[in-house]
């Protein structure tokens, strides 16, 4: 058996009913395969996949906190660790339901090679709780972030682990936990990032994703003799990253007719009204009904059926495994030339293997998706520094990032005689930056 194949099953083995994992594992072994047997005695004999697969630390808790009616409540929190090679664990923490260890550990898996890409000096980890802060009061919401951070504290530090949000998780969650954090440790310092400008966040930083996956998309449509000046595209997805990549894709010239949340979606013809798109999701707090309420050319379609809009881009900016393989073969048939992931796996195996086949350009997540976490890396710079650069100074420095990004992909793919294939390109160039730092380490 080869080595890659031996170290699968080793982890679907000793990881049960953690599929999202699995997933996350298996497309990255297959697209860096060639590089693998090019050192396979080598990697084998220090079992270094096997210590890349596992995490250097997973920590579960509990999180008892005391709601509006005066009834205790318990959710499950969790930080995994995962690797440290070329830095300081560094991902998001996300309050959904849906949250469990299989989903922690896939993010986390992720941003080891996401992070390594942006060229700045992070390791890869990630973590959250099945809490949900819709539908809580602000109070309620404090009360969980404060209960949080009480066991959360005790395993992050400004050169240990720095988390920052993800779904769930926006200023008012970093607030909050932050506030906790410098009671409890009487530290003033970047142990998280995502805060408040008044207290050392950074401009540009809730922009950063939507606008590092449009930067992406851009530099690889030029690559490619195109321009995302006259695209329609289509987008997933109400949050942080959706808006500010419809802001950007329309800032830049493309016209974005979607979006969607988790009871169905809108289709604009005029294009999405982003100001009025921050306004309910991000001042009212409200469904998308609100937005069709205010304009009147709106279509608002319950469930799901986004990717069956015709476009010539598609940005799945929502949430892992939302792109399956009928909805990739909806896109081809209407168009479409190009799937540009914007959350964490959005697009599953299947779907991913139709889009390379059938000639669609397609940007993983771990590269297109990487704006966020680097400008988190800039705003710990600007933390260790004790200066706050403007909107314009981190903008610009994100965009070269976001190029580099693209190029270490194209040029990896290239390498592997495999290009035009990004997926491949982003693990290949991602790993040899980990696997090199992880060898002159030594085993730890």
Known sequence: M??????LDRVISQNPAQPEFHQAVREFLATVRPVIEENEEEYRREALLERLTTPERQILFRVPWVDDKGQVQVNNGYRVQFNSAIGP?????????SVNLSIIKFLGFEQIFKNSLTGLPIGGGKGGADFDPKGKSDR????FCQAFMQELYRHIGANVDVPAGDIGVGGREIGFMYGEYKKLTGLYEGVLTGKGLTYGGSLARTEATGYGLVYFAEEMLKANGLDIKGKTIAISGAGNVATYAIQ???QLGAHVVTCTDSTGWIYDPDGIDVALLKEVKEVRR??????????????????????STKCDIAMPCATQNELGLEDAKLLKQNGCIAVCEGANMPTTLEATKYILDNGMLFTPGKASNAGGVATSALEMSQNSERLSWTFEEVDSRLQRIMVNIFHQVDAAAK?????GNYAAGANIAGFLKVAEAMKAQGIV
């Open 140 to 143: 309620e919401v404090m009360a």
């Open 2 to 7: 080869s080595y890659v194949d031996q170290v």
């Open 415 to 419: 390498k592997y005689d495999m290009p």
């Open 89 to 97: 664990y560094k991902g998001g923490l996300r309050f959904h339901p």
């Open 248 to 250: 950007k894709a329309e």
């Open 286 to 307: 409200a469904r998308l009904t609100e937005y069709k309420a205010e304009k009147p050319n709106a279509v608002y379609h319950e469930g799901k059926g986004v990717w």
